[in-house]
């Protein structure tokens, strides 16, 4: 069994920042991707930055300059600093990670139960 916890998600007001945490547990050999998506209401879910096992970033042009992914391999947890949040960055954000099972023995795609950002005065 492998669990992907999410925190730190709440209200902010536009201009101030947030920091997500997703912390990755159970039956893991190794992660390699790691991301954020969101998903806010009426619309599709999205990629928001992705990190790899190299540390290659990739962001949405929507947050690129205000968001910052990170990853810490020994904790197997992966990071989202928001800064400069605007109201439409309000959405539920989920963490995913490609994952080898190491009870299973196959990589597979795990995500988190999600957190939600409100960015509202």
């Known amino acids: 069994q492998v669990q992907l916890v999410e925190s730190g998600g709440g209200l902010v007001q536009p201009g101030g920042s947030l920091r997500l945490s997703c912390a990755a547990s159970?039956?893991?050999?190794?992660?390699?991707?790691m991301g954020w998506y969101r998903q806010a209401p009426g619309k599709e879910r999205e990629l928001v930055a992705l990190?790899?096992?190299?540390?290659?970033?990739n962001y949405a042009g929507s947050v690129k300059g205000r968001f910052t992914i990170s990853r810490d391999n020994a904790k197997n947890t992966v990071y989202l600093q928001m800064n400069s949040l605007k109201p439409e960055d309000t959405a539920v954000y989920y963490c995913?990670?490609?994952?080898?099972?190491?009870?299973?023995?196959?990589?597979?795609?795990?995500w988190g139960q999600g957190t939600q950002v409100t960015v509202s005065s």
């Open positions: 990190i790899t096992s190299g540390d290659s970033t």
């Open positions: 159970g039956n893991i050999f190794s992660i390699t991707d």
């Open positions: 995913n990670a490609h994952i080898l099972n190491s009870r299973l023995g196959g990589f597979y795609s795990y």
